[in-house]
T-cell receptor, first 113, second 115 residues
Framework: KAGVTQTPRYLIKTRGQQVTLSCSPI?????VSWYQQTPGQGLQFLFE???????NKGNFPGRFSGRQFSNSRSEMNVSTLELGDSALYLC????????????FGSGTQLSVL | AQTVTQSQPEMSVQEAETVTLSCTYD???????LFWYKQPPSRQMILVIR??????QNATENRFSVNFQKAAKSFSLKISDSQLGDTAMYFC????????????FGKGTKLSVIP
């Protein structure tokens, strides 16, 4: 069974641009969560989707958005990139409806220049 | 809001020895989960062990075990017979209660296993 797949692995953007990251969950998983990891702030929850509905959102500005498709694949978008958005973005999927057992991908490393 | 504190930024252990990583947390929930995740250089977060707060028995997974002290809000991870492959960042985390959809993580402990 394939794991959680995130694309691309690495991304370089400049300030002001926008970016879209993709996450394909484990087959059969309907919940997808996104986390931002930075050296300063650590791991922070961005949002969670279940059956195409956003159920929970972390404390991030509106520039961060996401969506989930009918096949459970998810994308997150960051508009008007800032230097501080440079981070590892991790996606996790879950079979259950809670966070009791998350399976993480290897992340997308975003660098904003 | 939940908080998770890992007071040891870095630790090292000799191969085959035992090491304990510390974690304290704060939550107002009665029913919650606690987790230890491992993040090797590949960056993928891997679940090492989890503990349900209402279970008094400490969880164990092969060489990994926890010491869960609910009243003290302490959740330490013991790694026995340390192996080179255990070298990684270790994160302690908790969810926000039953049915919660998010995890709150500590800042992590960098563990190095020395041959």
């Amino acid at each position: 069974k394939a794991g959680v797949t995130q694309t691309p692995r690495y991304l370089i953007k400049t300030r002001g641009q926008q970016v879209t990251l993709s996450c394909s969950p484990i087959s059969g998983h309907r919940s997808v969560s996104w986390y931002q990891q930075t050296p300063g702030q650590g791991l922070q929850f961005l949002f969670e989707y279940f059956s195409e509905t956003q159920r929970n959102k972390g404390n991030f500005p509106g520039r961060f958005s996401g969506r989930q498709f009918s096949n459970s694949r998810s994308e997150m978008n960051v508009s008007t990139l800032e230097l501080g958005d440079s981070a590892l973005y991790l996606c996790a999927s879950s079979l259950e409806q809670g966070a009791e057992k998350l399976f993480f991908g290897s992340g997308t490393q975003l660098s904003v220049l | 809001a939940q908080t998770v504190t890992q007071s040891q930024p870095e630790m090292s252990v000799q191969e085959a020895e035992t090491v304990t990583l510390s974690c304290t947390y704060d939550t107002s929930e009665n029913n919650y989960y606690l987790f230890w995740y491992k993040q090797p250089p590949s960056r993928q977060m891997i679940l090492v062990i989890r503990q349900e707060a209402y279970k008094q028995q400490n969880a164990t997974e092969n060489r990994f075990s926890v010491n869960f002290q609910k009243a003290a809000k302490s959740f330490s991870l013991k790694i026995s017979d340390s192996q080179l492959g255990d070298t990684a960042m270790y994160f302690c985390a908790t969810d926000s209660g039953a049915g919660s959809y998010q995890l709150t993580f500590g800042k992590g402990t960098k563990l190095s296993v020395i041959p």
